[in-house]
């Protein structure tokens, strides 16, 4: 039910923006550029905007391309909820460093390797990767495929995979 | 003054001291852990956050200019880029039909005679 609203959503904000992309992109390649240059003479600045015009230009025609069988540009995330999602993603990152590595130093660790396989619809194939990663992020679990809605992931010991299985969205398969 | 930058080298020798330190135990993992893949999680995860806590170390040590922002962008780059990696050995050695290890039997019945006590 959810996941219904969200791809609704997705489709109302491809028409409001549709160049949001574009301009996020073209922002974010300027303060690359900025970042890295240190110099912010008029010359040096003119530029950056003739190298970020023409970057901008190539990943235009990039979206066209097909990615997993879809157009990547087509649907796109909500950055209100991906803003406030990263900062959970980068706590879980820490949580999974201090988990694994309690693993590693413990004695008798009680390893349990196994396989999880499960469903979760995602709205985009942008939304697929970033679960994904975040799978791969958080703790004692790897992506190891996703084959459309299907995620198989390895899991280092039994508690870690059943954590997963309980994610919002996702139905546990055998 | 004088105080303040003694916290902040403090605080950055604390931060640098915990990154090596997560290096060296996913370097342990690496080699005690029984297959490819658990010693994936030792390389992917331990050793990420290892990285992660050495640039902000090396962030709070520059304090904030111009050569802690370039940190941010390593530490995005390394944020981004090392979950894929980790995800692609990991799917590639799928593929290839690498061995799953598992637990052997015997230890499993100890296990479970511990949990029951």
Known sequence: MQNDQTINRAGVQRRTYRHRGLLIQAVLLMAVWLILSGYYDFLHIFYGVICVAFVVWLNNRLTVLPLAGERCGEKQIILSRLL??????????????????????????????????????????????????????????????????????????????????????????? | MELLATIQEIAAVVLMLGGVGFMLIGS?????????????????????????????????????????????????????????????????AFIAGFKFWSRPEADKEKDDAALAD
């Open chain 1, 84 to 174: 406030t999602y990263l900062p959970w993603l980068l706590w879980q990152i820490a949580v999974s460093g201090f988990y694994v590595a309690g693993v590693v130093l413990k004695p008798n660790p009680r390893l349990a390797p196994t396989i999880v396989r499960f469903t979760s619809r995602q709205p985009g194939v942008v939304a697929r990767v970033i679960l994904g990663n975040s799978i791969t992020l958080t703790p004692g679990t790897i992506t190891l495929a996703i084959d459309g809605d299907l995620f198989t992931v390895h899991a280092l010991t039994a508690e870690t995979a059943t954590w997963k299985a309980a994610w919002p969205g996702s139905t546990a398969r055998a």
């Open chain 2, 28 to 92: 342990i993992g690496i080699n005690t852990l029984p297959d490819f893949y658990t010693r994936c999680h030792a390389s992917g995860k331990v050793d990420t956050l290892g990285i992660v806590l050495l640039l902000m170390g090396m962030m709070v040590h520059q304090g904030p200019n111009l050569n802690s922002l370039k940190l941010v962008l390593v530490l995005c780059f390394v944020l981004v880029t090392s979950p894929v990696a980790t995800h692609f050995l990991m799917r590639r």
